[in-house]
């Protein structure tokens, strides 16, 4: 049973004028505890990263990089071939650009969550992934990587000593594998059902798959998408179902450093 959790939400995911998905950003940011914010190669622009950045700031939500393959016309969602030095280095360039106007509003980046297609490649990719972590290391080794439990990037970084946030997709379904079910369209999901299926993963550590079977699971934060269609429904009924359920909903930073603490002062 969580005491606490995190919920992200990949945000400032437009380009210019046009949108994606039904909800908007302004009503979901006071809904949610870290954000994961475009970085403008599958999508989001300087003024949209602005813009987010301080809603986020505003409303004390943590500030994450969501950076992703050079994929404007695919949403970040088809992957684009490259040697795994060329694809951290567009990494690096978008983790920059994020850096900058979280520091604009006197705020850390406190994680860096690949998007889409690119986070689905370094989960399987050891090379990959170990460039990214070195890099990681290097740059911001207190920041936190936001990744499956178990994946590639998952033990590269626990092997380096990057902190590691594990996270459970609230409105993706799950493989038998423990992994989320990639996919470019999820449609309109039920609320209700996305509400129960957090609680129990919450409650019992455990998640039904599209087989039909319970598997366990592991995580530090929850994730919906802002393009999602029903986001904002989704959000409400999670929070609500877990406020029931006497579960407190917090950044990743508090929760997982108050772990920290708590664990520290029982070894003393």
Not at 141 to 151: E, R, T
Not at 175 to 203: E, L, M, Y
Request: net charge negative; charged share 25%.
């Amino acid at each position: 049973m969580k005491e606490a959790v995190d919920i992200n939400c990949d945000m400032g995911e437009a380009f210019g004028r046009w949108r994606i998905g039904d909800a908007h950003d302004e009503e979901l940011i006071s809904l949610i505890s870290s954000a994961n914010i475009a970085t403008g190669f599958h999508a989001g622009d300087p003024n949209l990263m602005d813009e987010t950045v301080r809603m986020a700031a505003a409303h004390g939500v943590g500030v994450g990089a969501h950076p992703g393959y050079n994929d404007l016309q695919g949403f970040g969602r088809r992957k684009i071939n490259g040697t795994s030095r060329e694809l951290v280095n567009d990494l690096v360039y978008q983790v920059g650009a994020l850096r900058e106007f979280a520091r604009r509003y006197g705020v850390p980046v406190q994680h860096v969550k690949p998007h889409g297609a690119l986070y689905m490649e370094l989960a399987a990719n050891p090379d990959l992934s170990q460039i990214f972590i070195q890099y990681m290391r290097t740059a911001a080794p207190n920041m936190f990587v936001f990744c499956m439990d178990g994946s590639a990037t998952c033990l590269a970084a626990e092997e380096a000593g990057q902190p590691v946030v594990r996270e459970f997709y609230a409105d993706r379904d799950y493989g038998d594998t423990g992994w989320i079910v990639f996919t470019r369209d999820a449609g309109r999901p039920d609320p209700k059902a996305i509400a129960r299926k957090v609680v129990r993963a919450c409650t019992e550590g455990i998640v039904r798959t599209v087989n039909g079977a319970d598997i366990p699971i592991a995580f530090d934060s929850i994730c919906f998408h802002s393009d999602t269609l029903g986001a904002l429904d989704i959000v409400r009924y999670m929070r609500e179902a877990l406020i029931a359920e006497g579960i407190r909903i917090a950044p990743v930073s508090q929760i997982l450093n108050s772990d920290a603490a708590r664990r520290s002062h029982e070894q003393a």
